[in-house]
């Protein structure tokens, strides 16, 4: 074995602490090889070849001497000492790839990206070690036979869940019961931790080695994530294969689930089974850093989308040159690059502007949304139910996360503006004015659109969807117009005030026609009112199944009757009297 060479005056140069030399990055969109190590800190650095070379000869025991003549063997041209001693300094020194000269531990800081969707905060739930002894289990579902077997099976079950079984009616039957709900929330729990199984699993069968598996906060949402660094190394369809395994093993979840449902008959199987489907949906979007992301950046072969963003637009400015982040991109990656940050880009600004536009709006409804979530909740544990305050705690978490991640992404967001702007303004005085100038007048007519109620009002409250998640929430219900009660027809004698004088009986009802009461009541000269029935009008009470109906009865068929005199035939062109005898006395005697 070699030994420092100290006495030939050429430094040996040592790597920094953890550092990983996990090789090429094989199947990118460069033009030129690239080559991936990973320092202690986490942080991937891409190499190119002579870099790499140079990195890959130095263990501590070799000088720059016998370093040179170790990579020119392996690169193919003379390299020399001095060559090694400025590579060394000048490029992997800055990147923390080695330690400075004359440093005595092995502790290196380097340049690290500011990422603003990425995840922090981590903390290791399986070690790497039962990741590898998990791994090694479920390697065989990646095999083909298996994945053709697995996705004819989800196929089937989708069919017969949203064809024939339907797939709404078991979250309506679990939403009535806040015990199912936990246990639909556990089984969403579980389906997540399998999800990064997929994932580790297609990493082994790959041929890389996965890594720990871990939780962190994306933005402030509890996430979790898998260490499947060692990917880098092989190819883009085992690259492909480990994006893709954790949706895969997300149907694989779904048949358990489906099995466990035929077994037991229990409908929050299928719920679950509804609530997974979201799942999949949101990993597969490629607008942060999950899943989706990741397919479509090793689809194009580039490592970091996010770190094209600036190179791509600035490429399109008319005048300037070509950045070496784009012009070293196959024209294959470059275009799936370009396509990616026209789309995202629009996207994010478009949703900015409606935000910005709808702050009101958003902010004073959530806040109210939120203050009777919470106090909802509070009251179900004060009254025992103690289920039902568990949901609410989780329905509360659900608007408190969207509300907290919304600030600390604005605070970001705008602190990197900021520091952008005063940084590209920096010996512009004109240009930094004329910048402030502007930010400060759109912000004035954004607060008077505000103030001035031009924008979107606050939505009036509603019932909730599912009032499982939102215990104590008034059901708010609209009031129905109610059709009035038709009045009863009612036909009374006219009065002939033509006559010559006044007839000798009276023009009240028989007793036998409106009964004893009436005729006393006669006799004595006071008026009666007449009785009848009331109309019948039905109306159904509203539910969630049922449609409106009601109906309205006919006039009735005697509301109020009197026997008319012989001359008092009713006139047709008259209009009727209200419902209510008029008794007249007889005439006194001369």
């Not at 370009?338 to 900015?352: C, G, H, R, S």
């Not at 539910?543 to 005199?565: M, N, Q, V």
């Given at each position: 074995?070699l ?37 202690g800190?986490?942080?991937v650095?891409q190499l ?5 070379l ?8 070799r ?34 790839v ?7 531990d ?8 500011d ?6 905060g ?15 289990s ?16 989800a196929?089937a ?33 579980a ?19 996965p ?9 402030i ?19 492909m ?17 489906a ?11 299928l719920?679950?089974?509804y609530l ?15 899943d989706g ?11 970091d ?5 600036k190179?791509i ?6 005048g ?16 799936i ?26 902010l004073?409804?959530?806040?109210r ?11 179900a544990?004060?009254d ?17 996360c969207?509300l ?23 010996g512009?005085?004109?240009?930094r ?29 509603q ?29 009374a004698p006219?009065?002939n ?7 000798a ?7 036998s ?16 009112p007449?009785?009848?029935p ?20 006919g ?8 026997t008319?005199?012989?001359s ?23």
């Amino acid at each position: 074995m070699l030994e420092p060479p100290y006495d030939t005056g050429f430094p040996v140069p040592r790597l920094g602490a953890g550092l990983q030399l996990l090789g090429e990055y094989k199947g990118g969109g460069f033009t030129e090889p690239r080559y991936i190590v990973r320092r202690g800190d986490g942080q991937v650095v891409q190499l190119s070849r002579l870099l790499y070379l140079v990195a890959r000869a130095i263990d501590g025991r070799r000088d720059t001497e016998a370093i040179s003549h170790r990579v020119s063997g392996r690169f193919g041209r003379e390299v020399s000492a001095e060559n090694v001693h400025y590579l060394i300094e000048t490029k992997l020194q800055p990147l923390g790839v080695t330690v400075p000269f004359g440093q005595e531990d092995d502790q290196v800081t380097g340049p690290t990206a500011d990422l603003l969707l990425v995840l922090k905060g981590h903390r290791v739930i399986f070690r790497e070690r039962q990741v590898a002894r998990i791994a090694r289990s479920l390697a065989w579902l990646h095999r083909p036979t298996a994945v053709a077997l697995v996705l004819s099976a989800a196929v089937a079950m989708e069919i017969w869940l949203f064809a024939v079984h339907g797939a709404m009616t078991p979250v309506l039957q679990v939403l009535e019961q806040p015990v199912l709900m936990l246990v639909v929330f556990a089984l969403t729990v579980a389906s997540l931790v399998f999800h990064e199984f997929g994932h580790a699993s297609a990493c082994r069968y790959g041929g890389a080695r996965p890594g720990a598996i871990g939780c962190g906060i994306f933005l402030i949402w509890p996430s979790m994530y898998t260490d499947v660094t060692d990917v880098y190394r092989i190819g883009r369809g085992g690259r492909m294969r480990t994006d893709l395994g954790g949706v895969y093993f997300n149907v694989v979840f779904i048949l358990a689930l489906a099995g466990g449902y035929f077994v037991t008959g229990q409908s929050f199987f299928l719920a679950a089974i509804y609530l997974a489907h979201f799942e999949i949906i949101e990993q597969l979007m490629p607008a942060v850093r999950l899943d989706g992301y990741y397919i479509l950046g090793d689809l194009a072969g580039v490592p970091d989308l996010f770190g094209k963003i600036k190179p791509i637009l600035r490429s399109m400015l008319p005048g300037r040159p070509v950045p070496p982040e784009v012009s070293d991109l196959k024209r294959s990656a470059r275009i799936i690059v370009t396509t990616w940050v026209l789309t995202m880009v629009p996207l994010l600004m478009a949703e900015l502007g409606y935000v910005l536009w709808n702050l009101p709006r958003l902010l004073e409804t959530s806040l109210r949304s939120l203050v009777e979530q919470l106090t909802g909740t509070g009251s179900a544990f004060a009254d025992g139910q103690f289920a039902a305050g568990t949901v609410g705690v989780v329905g509360s978490l659900m608007l408190i996360c969207p509300l907290a991640g919304a600030a600390y992404l604005s605070v970001r967001l705008g602190g990197r503006l900021v520091r952008y702007v005063v940084r590209a303004t920096e010996g512009n005085l004109r240009l930094r004015l004329l910048i402030g100038g502007a930010t400060l007048a759109g912000g004035a007519a954004l607060c008077a659109a505000w103030v001035g109620g031009v924008t979107p009002q606050p939505l009036p409250p509603q019932p909730p969807i599912a009032p499982i998640l939102q215990p104590g929430v008034p059901e708010i219900r609209p009031l129905r117009p109610v059709a009035p009660a038709p009045l009863p027809s009612v036909t009374a004698p006219p009065v002939n005030l033509a006559a010559s004088e006044p007839p000798a009986t009276e023009l009240s009802a028989t007793p036998s026609e409106s009964g004893s009461a009436d005729a006393s009541a006669s006799a004595s000269g006071s008026p009666s009112p007449a009785k009848s029935p009331s109309p019948r009008a039905t109306r159904s009470e509203p539910e969630p199944s049922s449609t409106r109906t009601t109906a309205t009865a006919g006039p009735s068929p005697s509301a109020s009757s009197s026997t008319p005199g012989p001359s008092e035939s009713p006139t047709p062109s008259e209009p009727p009297i209200p419902s209510f005898t008029v008794s007249f006395p007889a005439p006194l005697p001369t």
